[in-house]
T-cell receptor, first 108, second 111 residues
Framework: DAKTTQPTSMDCAEGRAANLPCNHSTISGNEYVYWYRQIHSQGPQYIIH???NNETNEMASLIITEDRKSSTLILPHATLRDTAVYYCIVASGYALNFGKGTSLLVTP | EAQVTQNPRYLITVTGKKLTVTCSQN?????MSWYRQDPGLGLRQIYYSMNVEVTDKGDVPEGYKVSRKEKRNFPLILESPSPNQTSLYFC??????????FGNGTRLTVT
């Protein structure tokens, strides 16, 4: 599976949009981009995934560049409860390599 | 409610004393997996199972065993725990290639 590169940490003011970038320049054609988050030491929580089109659900939006080499997870109105580690994962099968993720801190 | 249930949530044991961490899911998922999480190392896959009686090693299988005799259960067995297996453990399941559902974790300390 392709590797991903994410910033180690980011800050965001409450109520503002949080834009979390992810580079996956070696992604192959059948690999999806998944985003999960982990709040404190709870089990990781699925957020969203996509192949090549942009996706939106009740939690977030996923923007994938046309060449699929990078993507951005957007939390449109971040709240304090969105403080978590966010993992960007590229995979074609069941096994997901979680890496170290981005630690997002939402501040009042 | 759809869920993955792990037990126990916390466990303190001594070196060499066999233990089992249970994992059960009520979603009829065919795929189940165990991960461990350590500071600075992220989540690493220990074992996974594609279906009943089908299991395979992940990235860090040494010192662990699993079994999949029923679709809903996927216990993690430590035959002779050692201090380097002190970690936070997560069980997960999914259907086909749908997103993984995770349990709430088991924090294991081996002294």
């Amino acid at each position: 599976d392709a590797k991903t590169t994410q910033p180690t940490s980011m800050d965001c003011a409450e109520g503002r949009a949080a834009n979390l970038p992810c580079n996956h320049s070696t992604i192959s054609g059948n690999e999806y981009v998944y985003w999960y988050r982990q709040i404190h030491s709870q089990g990781p929580q699925y957020i969203i995934h996509g192949l090549k089109n942009n996706e939106t659900n009740e939690m977030a939006s996923l923007i994938i560049t046309e060449d699929r080499k990078s993507s951005t997870l957007i939390l449109p109105h971040a709240t304090l409860r969105d403080t978590a580690v966010y993992y960007c994962i590229v995979a074609s099968g069941y096994a997901l390599n979680f890496g170290k993720g981005t630690s997002l801190l939402v501040t009042p | 409610e759809a869920q993955v249930t792990q037990n126990p949530r916390y466990l303190i044991t001594v070196t060499g004393k066999k233990l089992t961490v249970t994992c059960s899911q009520n979603m009829n998922h065919e795929y189940m997996s165990w991960y461990r999480q350590d500071p600075g190392l992220g989540l690493r896959q220990i074992y996974y199972s594609m279906n009943v009686e089908v299991t395979d090693k992940g990235d860090v299988p040494e010192g662990y065993k699993v079994s999949r005799k029923e679709k809903r259960n996927f216990p993690l067995i430590l035959e002779s725990p050692s201090p380097n297996q002190t970690s936070l453990y997560f069980c997960a399941s999914s259907y086909r290639r749908s997103p993984l559902h995770f349990g709430n974790g088991t924090r294991l300390t081996v002294t």
